[in-house]
């Protein structure tokens, strides 16, 4: 009896035990993205998938990679440093992306037909180009 009480106790320590780390399994949270630190156009509540699918449309649209305007690590060269604003290129970027959107909001409304809003975007102008050509008129 006596027995069968310890193994009853030793088997209830090992049921918390397993309920107890059933439950910090469950606590875990998935691994999250590190938030953006240094947003000043893009909205700051931006889920990082929305913002990583905007920063790779802005490589197809102007055929670079993330380097054009993102600046190194200081600590790490061989990583990119996001946040900073070392590199002029993000500068020109941010106002590009406030023209798009003034222009987006002022002229592509349609509150001349009320048909839906169309928009343009930064492929309109740059075609998968650093510089959008400049189409020089013929006399
Ligand atoms: C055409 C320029 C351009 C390219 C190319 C670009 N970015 Fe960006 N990125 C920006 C600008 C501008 C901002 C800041 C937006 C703001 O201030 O709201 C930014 C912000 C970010 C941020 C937020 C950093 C923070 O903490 O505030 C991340 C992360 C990021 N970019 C990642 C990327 C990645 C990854 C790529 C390549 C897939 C990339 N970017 C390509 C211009 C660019
Ligand atoms: C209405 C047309 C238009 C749109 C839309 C547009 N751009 Fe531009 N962009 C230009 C022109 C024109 C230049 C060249 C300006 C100059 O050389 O002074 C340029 C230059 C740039 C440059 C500098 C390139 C370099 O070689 O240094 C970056 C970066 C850039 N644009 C990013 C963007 C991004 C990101 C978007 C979308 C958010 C965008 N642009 C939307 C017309 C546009």
Not at 42 to 61: G, R, W, Y
Not at 108 to 136: Q, Y
């Amino acid at each position: 009896m006596k027995h069968i009480k310890k193994i009853g106790a030793i088997a209830s320590v090992f049921a918390m035990a397993i309920a107890l780390s059933a439950f910090s399994f469950q606590q875990e949270k998935p691994k999250e993205e590190p938030r953006p630190t240094n947003l000043k156009v893009l909205p700051k509540n931006i889920s990082h998938d929305e913002l990583i699918a905007t920063m790779k449309e802005f490589n197809v649209a102007l055929g670079v990679k993330c380097g054009f305007c993102h600046a190194l690590s200081k600590e790490d060269p061989k990583k990119m440093d996001f946040a900073s604003d070392e590199n002029h290129t993000k500068e020109v970027g941010r106002a590009m992306i406030k023209m798009t959107q003034k222009i987006n909001k002022k002229y592509f409304n349609r509150s001349w037909d009320g048909s839906p809003a169309k928009a343009i975007s930064c492929k309109t102008c740059h075609g998968g180009k650093e510089n959008p050509e400049m189409v020089l008129a013929k006399n």
